[in-house]
């Protein structure tokens, strides 16, 4: 028997631009807020406690561990309230204006402000997050299984592209991430939060809702009628042990993720002590492999499968994590063994490729492995699990690093990243794509049937 999401039709073209351009708008605020710049400007001028920015780093990593927390809380519950009442693209629209106004809002934060900062990070980060499994929801529903890697390594694409000409047209307008450029570079809040609005506009245009809205039994609330979904999904979860088995994956590798996302350009400050033409260079070069590894691997995807790419993705992780960690060596070695003389911080961008690539491809491979075993009818219920696992894989793997470069510096607490990415390829190894899909559409049928 073919499964119902095997035909789901491919949805018009303009449809899925629409809902690739989210991906294209929301990236301006990882970068932007969480990656390059904010981050940056938290650690250095607004708490400032040099050298070592140790502090300033915990309260950066706390900020952003309570707003994933409070996303954990959140998303499985809302996810069942919209496929309960057929609501997704309202859900969507909420998350998307608190996201803008919150994150324009970072301009009125003086250095020094340490708790106005940080309330202002925990609420547009968490709007963000909401906003990031909601839109994710939608991607079963535009198209069939085999078309999700593509669908989804375009929306990735566009996203880092997105990424590169927001940052791109901040750091020339915008200047330095410094004290005395203050007056100028506290404009990333605001211009942030103008490039989501505009850039998400095509989403709430094209993109449809699909499904039916079911009507709540007397005296019964939304809410209630969503967690009461969400316990029953729960105490049948065993039922999807290969997605459950996917979830535990994500978890770990979204954990090593969001340190990468989150410190990255903090590490090539504080341990590389890059210039900042590098800088500006490294965001370039991870901006294009990302937008190059999330389309490529898509399209390889749909002829090797799901499960096999997104090991590939993990793979490659590993040894993008140990060129970071190996950047000094890897600069003594190439002086002593090949004579050329290159400073740790132009090593460092060679890191940056294989970070970029791995990141646009093994978060795209992700998110459409879980399209693929999800049933219909429940994608932004188990959607809200996968950002329930992400996020809590954020809290995770961010205090940890926080904490751990807490006692031993940045330089080697890098190396918790390589055991997440070891840890989420041994927890996906159980996982059978087929069996999985076949799991979804006998789930689908029984729906049917009731």
């Known amino acids: 028997m073919s499964s119902s999401k095997t035909l789901t039709p491919l949805a018009p073209k303009r449809e899925i631009f629409g809902w690739a351009m989210f991906d294209f708008a929301n990236q301006g605020y990882t970068l932007l807020i969480i990656t390059v710049i904010y981050g940056d400007l938290f650690t250095r001028v607004i708490v400032a406690d040099a050298p070592d920015y140790r502090l300033g780093n915990l309260l950066w990593s ?44 970072l ?35 535009l198209g069939p299984r085999k078309a999700l890697g593509w669908i989804s390594g375009l929306g990735w694409g566009l996203g880092y592209i997105g990424g590169l000409i927001a940052t791109a047209f901040t750091l020339f307008f915008l200047g330095d991430v410094t004290a005395e450029n203050y007056a100028t570079i506290r404009w ?61 994956s994500i978890f770990f590798a979204m954990a090593g993720i969001y340190i990468i996302i989150s410190f990255s350009f903090i590490y090539g400050s504080q341990v590389i002590g890059w210039d900042e033409e590098v800088r500006v260079l490294m965001f370039v070069i991870v901006q294009i492999t990302a937008a190059v590894g999330a389309i490529g691997f898509g399209f390889i995807q749909s002829h090797i499968g799901a499960r ?4 590939i993705t993990l793979l490659l992780w590993l040894v993008a994590i140990l060129a970071i960690w190996q950047t000094p060596s890897l600069t003594a070695v190439m002086h002593q063994w090949l004579g050329v003389e290159w400073q740790a911080q132009y090593v460092f961008l060679f890191a940056g490729v294989l970070s970029g690539l791995s990141l646009g491809s093994s978060q795209s491979a992700g998110r459409a492995l879980v399209g693929i075993l999800t049933p219909q009818g429940k994608s932004a219920e188990f959607f809200g699990f996968w950002g329930m696992s992400a996020k809590l894989a954020a809290v995770f793997g961010i205090l940890g690093l926080g904490l751990i470069q807490w006692v031993f510096g940045l330089a080697d607490a890098i190396l918790f990243c390589l055991a997440l990415f070891v840890i989420a390829i041994i927890t996906l190894l159980p996982v059978n794509e087929q069996r999985g899909e076949q799991a979804a559409d006998a789930w689908q049928d029984r729906d049917a049937s009731e």
């Open 62 to 105: 706390l900020a952003l561990a309570v707003s994933y927390l409070m996303v954990v809380v959140a998303n499985p519950v809302c996810g069942a309230m919209m496929d309960y009442a057929c609501q997704r693209k309202r859900y969507l629209f909420i998350s998307y204006l608190l996201t803008v106004v919150t994150t324009a809002s």
């Open 107 to 141: 301009y009125f934060v003086e250095p020094g402000w340490l708790i106005p900062a940080m309330l202002l990070i925990i609420a547009s980060n968490f709007a963000y997050a909401l906003g990031e499994g909601f839109i994710a929801s939608f991607l079963p529903d």
């Open 188 to 248: 990333v809040g605001p211009f942030a939060g103008i490039f989501f609005l505009l850039a998400a506009i095509p989403t709430f245009i094209w993109l449809r809702e699909r499904g039916s809205r079911k009507g709540l039994p007397e005296g019964q609330s939304l809410f209630s009628a969503g967690v009461q979904r969400l316990q029953a999904t729960w105490r049948e979860m065993h039922y999807f042990r290969d997605l459950r088995s996917l979830l535990v």
């Open 308 to 311: 096999t790419t997104y090991i």
